[in-house]
């Protein structure tokens, strides 16, 4: 593992040119794969593909953000910012992959759900938030693991899991940090300083009881070794799936529902430390 | 007789008796000058263009529930400060002694029109009504003793979103309410959401597109994305209805738009219809 970076720095490094992305992590981590396509609603959303593969023996359902690796790329699956259709064909896939008991693996890549006119048209609000609940009482196991950026409401549409794991360098956040700066101090130009009081890291997730695993990526960063960065996460997937496979899955679904019911920080009766007046 | 008329229209302007020195407000929407008196009176409607004003929780309990039958729970919550961002514990403070809230919403049981209901009023006030660590534990209480009693629920949505100065804690409680939403749902509970002025970001990817009537007041707000990031996004000018609730209608994400005055007795009957009734709690 690496020495210590600060957020900032591992945001560069998740911008990094060259980062593997879904594409590059299916053939390596799954024998067989059969891309799904279209919500049956609208369209076929390219900013999240989803299918059926293999992970050892068993089949399983994958459903991924798609982040493109140059730019003609990054304009096919448009920069990974999914419209409501790719949310809603994710979860047509889920329910799919219940009722063939089959685990749902989502793998998050994204800076955040699409910003735009169509977006507000189709209802990503509505996309996002019935994703949330739905996967809440899913019943198949699933688990989510951030590749790069989790970018808000647009990455937890496909982070509600039995177990959230993050690469090492990879971040999860209530907004892209330049929108934080954007929003609290008007000044989108303050990105690194807000992107290191955030809490984005994935040993922040841990310790906020967001994420439970961290998996290791090689030296300097996930793109200097495909294959080693593969076999970590195709090693704790092979570890995990069968795990959560074995349990009942009423436990499964209340351990589910626990996990996220108990973050947040308050206090009640709080005794308020009033100055008051003469 | 013009130069009456002149006059007349002078003597007005420079008129500096009470009745012109009454203050008045403008409209957030269609810019009208409106009384100030007419305007409360009217419980925050423009009477020119019909846009739903903002309410304090309190103004909303007041015209929605029957007279004292409203019981707060959960009261005297108030956020930690998870990510340790500078300033919001001050910030915070500032806040409840200006608007006597504990956070951005008020939870708690009342009547309507003699019919029990949980309920949520978010407050735009606090913070914009957004979304942390409090407002997502009272609400996530609020179904869970809603699903526990057989009651339903009534939400009051008022937000910009999530909570930056929570950080990633604040994302979480759109699964946790929306977890907590589905929990009340699969048994069998009623949920109406009320949508105001602005309904939009983590708020509205969450518990407020969730209800299983979703009811708008006229003109407000309501979108996931921000005006100004779509914008900026797509570099042009939006047309001034986007994301309104005509236009959330139009597209077919809005059940009814209903306006204030009748908003208390529709919510009466659709509670009525839904087989719920007088309980003692």
């Given at each position: 593992m690496d020495e210590k970076k600060t957020a900032w720095e591992r945001l560069k490094l998740v911008h990094t040119k060259g980062r593997p992305t879904i594409r590059d992590y299916i053939p390596l981590i799954f024998d067989e794969f059969y891309e799904m396509h279209g919500d049956r609603l609208y369209g076929d959303d390219k900013a999240i593909i989803g299918g059926i593969a293999r992970l050892d023996q068993t089949p399983v359902t994958v459903i991924a953000q798609v982040k493109g690796r140059d730019i003609n790329e990054n304009k096919a699956c448009n920069f990974a910012m999914p419209l409501p259709e790719g949310y809603r064909k994710a979860l047509r896939l889920a329910k799919q992959a219940e009722k063939f008991h089959r685990p749902v693996i989502c793998f998050i890549d994204t800076p955040g759900a699409y910003a735009g006119i169509e977006a507000e048209e189709r209802g990503q609000g509505e996309a996002i938030a019935k994703n949330i609940a739905e996967f809440m009482t899913l019943r198949t196991p699933v688990i989510s693991i951030v590749l790069g950026e989790g970018g808000s409401g647009g990455a937890l549409a496909l982070g509600v899991c039995d177990e959230l794991a993050m690469l090492e360098n990879a971040q999860y956040s209530v907004v892209s940090p330049r929108g934080f700066a954007s929003i609290l101090w008007k000044d989108a130009s303050r990105e690194e300083e807000a992107c290191n009081i955030m809490r984005i890291t994935a040993e922040d997730m841990v310790r906020l009881g967001v994420a439970e695993t961290i998996i290791e990526e090689p030296l300097g960063g996930a793109h200097n070794d495909l294959d080693k960065i593969s076999e970590n996460i195709k090693e704790y997937l092979s570890l995990k799936i069968p795990e959560k496979c074995k349990k009942d899955i009423d436990v499964l679904l209340k351990e589910r529902y626990t996990k996220f019911r108990k973050i947040g920080e308050f206090t009640e009766h709080p005794v308020l430390p009033r100055i008051s007046g003469e | 007789m013009l130069e009456d008329f002149f006059n007349v229209v002078k003597k007005r302007f420079n008129d500096t008796s009470d009745d012109d020195a009454r203050p008045t407000v403008k409209?957030?929407?269609?810019q009208s000058p409106i009384l100030q008196e007419r305007y409360e009176e009217l419980?925050?409607?423009?009477?020119?263009?019909n846009y739903h004003g903002r309410l304090s929780a309190q103004e909303r309990i007041s015209i929605t529930f029957?007279?004292?039958s409203f019981h707060e729970i959960n009261a005297d919550m108030i956020s930690a400060d998870p990510i340790e961002f500078p300033e919001y514990p001050e910030k915070q403070q500032e806040l409840r002694d200006i608007?006597?809230?504990?956070?951005a919403v008020v939870t708690g049981v009342g009547k309507i029109k003699g019919i029990t209901t949980v309920a949520g009023i978010m407050d735009s006030r606090y913070m914009m009504g957004s979304m942390g660590s409090v407002v997502g534990e009272k609400i996530t209480r609020a179904f869970e003793y809603a699903a526990e009693n057989k009651l339903p629920v009534i939400l009051f949505t008022a937000s910009g979103g999530a909570r930056m100065q929570e950080g990633i804690v604040s994302l979480m409680q759109m699964a946790k309410t929306s977890g907590a939403v589905k929990l009340h749902s699969d048994a069998g509970g009623f949920y109406i959401t009320v949508l105001t002025d602005p309904t939009t970001g983590g708020v509205t990817a969450s518990?407020?597109?969730?209800?299983?009537i979703i009811i708008a007041e006229p003109k407000i707000l309501i979108g996931f994305a921000g005006r100004r990031v779509i914008e900026s996004t797509i570099r042009q000018r939006l047309p001034?209805?986007?994301?309104l609730a005509e236009f959330m209608q139009e597209k077919g994400f809005i059940d009814m738009i209903v306006d204030r005055k009748k908003m208390r007795s529709v919510l009466a009957h659709l509670l009525e219809l839904h087989g719920c009734s007088a309980k003692e709690v």
């Open positions: - | 409209c957030p929407r269609c419980h925050r409607v423009c009477p020119f263009c029957d007279k004292d608007t006597g809230l504990s956070d518990f407020a597109s969730l209800g299983d001034e209805d986007f994301q």
